[in-house]
């Protein structure tokens, strides 16, 4: 088990939408540069398909809205097209394909530089509703009492219905030290709950380590950094020195992060040219598959668990879906998020832009993540008496079944 020659690798700017610190988060955007403008050959081709009869309804709508609507003079031909594109976009009725009129394409620009200030929870989609993936560690919406799966209602009085991830996200974000009032409804609760959350600025926590038992070695991974591969080749070397042979890895409440990080620490436990992940684009090109790096420092002894919910990922789901369909863990908890999509940003003109999924992440066994997420192989549900007393059922729950093995 030789940690000390696994090389640094650096991970490629590689992350998704939706997180409310508000920064692009969990294994699903690239940020190009490409302007439309310079894929003339697409616009002919796509256009050309459009007949001048189909396009007439819009501008029947156009003209009647121009001359009917009793404030048309306050909206300008620019926010009309802009409002055109969006609609567009929303057409394919997916939550991550996004049109970015100036306003909103800068604050996006600011979240995935991290020039920011937010409640540090990721949002996504669930079933067309606005719902928590995750608060982070020690956020303040973490300590405003914000959980996995509680539904975003409203923000600041304006009903999030319709409302998309990236645009909950800017009404989200803000000044350090200014607060947001969020209505939230809870999962399986009946009334929701209104917080008033005051922003920070979001340190995103990386990873901690424990150990269980005297026997069984915890880490804990609260996101998926740059810098993850160097602290989980450290905490791997940890658990080699320590003697131990069980280990389990705690990706509950990980929205996920750099792609490159997940690669990395599958490679940890996955023979050279095993499969990690495939990127799918469908019919727009050849899939892209990530391969096992061949680290494979482990041996047959090794006894290895994941932990996994509702908060679990995109990044987190790649890196569980990996070792679990590779045979080299289990995971316990409950289902994971189902994020599996790939963004890619697109600059339309020079103050807007268009996010757009271009492909889906698919588990070595084709199982399309987006879809509804992992399955655990030992499910276990915390009791509302045990989150009350403080007990961690799935903790429990690992514990006792790395004990019940020799």
Do not use: C
Not at 24 to 46: C, I, P, R, W
Not at 244 to 260: S, V
Not at 322 to 348: C, H, M, Y
Request: aromatic share 8%; hydrophobic share 40%.
């Amino acid at each position: 088990m030789n940690i000390n020659n696994i090389s640094n690798k650096t991970a490629n700017i590689i992350f998704a939408v939706a997180i409310a610190l508000a920064l692009g988060f969990g294994a699903g955007m690239y940020v190009q540069s490409k302007n439309a403008s310079t894929s003339s050959d697409l616009h002919v081709s796509e256009t050309s398909k459009i007949t001048d009869a189909q396009f007439q309804p819009f501008w029947d709508s156009w003209n009647i809205l121009s001359q009917k609507y009793v404030a048309a003079a306050s909206t300008t031909d620019q926010q009309k097209i802009y409002g055109s594109i969006k609609g567009l976009a929303s057409s394919f009725g997916d939550p991550y394909t996004v049109f970015f009129p100036p306003a909103q394409a800068k604050i996006f620009q600011d979240d995935i530089s991290g020039n920011f200030g937010g409640v540090g929870m990721e949002i996504g989609m669930k079933n067309n509703q606005l719902v928590v993936v995750s608060p982070l560690k020690d956020s303040p919406a973490a300590r405003a009492g914000v959980l996995s799966g509680d539904f975003v209602l409203s923000i600041d009085g304006t009903s999030t219905a319709d409302m998309s991830v990236d645009e909950a996200v800017s009404h989200i974000r803000g000044p350090q030290g200014t607060k947001v009032k969020i209505l939230f409804l809870p999962k399986d609760a009946q009334k929701p709950i209104e917080r008033i959350i005051t922003r920070d600025i979001i340190k995103i926590p990386t990873l901690d380590t424990e150990t269980k038992d005297t026997n069984i070695s915890v880490i804990k991974l609260y996101s998926f950094t740059s810098q993850s591969p160097d602290l989980f080749r450290t905490a791997l070397r940890q658990f080699v020195n320590s003697g131990n042979h069980k280990l389990i890895i705690d990706l509950r409440g990980n929205p996920g992060g750099y792609l490159d990080a997940a690669w990395d620490m599958a490679s940890f436990f996955l023979p050279i040219g095993k499969v990690v992940v495939t990127e799918d684009f469908g019919t727009h090109g050849s899939p892209n598959v990530f391969r096992s790096k061949g680290y494979n420092v482990f041996n047959s002894s090794l006894q290895l668990l994941i932990l996994v919910d509702g908060g679990s990922a995109s990044a987190s789901e790649i890196l569980a879906g990996a070792l679990q369909e590779n045979g080299v863990a289990k995971l316990v908890g409950s289902k994971t998020f189902g994020k599996g999509s790939v963004q890619e940003l697109v600059s339309i003109t020079p103050d807007t832009s268009l996010k757009v999924t271009i492909a889906r992440w698919l588990t070595p066994n084709g199982h399309n993540l987006s879809h509804d997420g992992l399955d655990p192989d030992y499910p276990v549900t915390p009791s509302d008496s045990d989150m009350k007393a403080g007990k961690d059922a799935v903790m429990n729950k690992a514990v006792e079944i790395l004990n019940a093995k020799p």
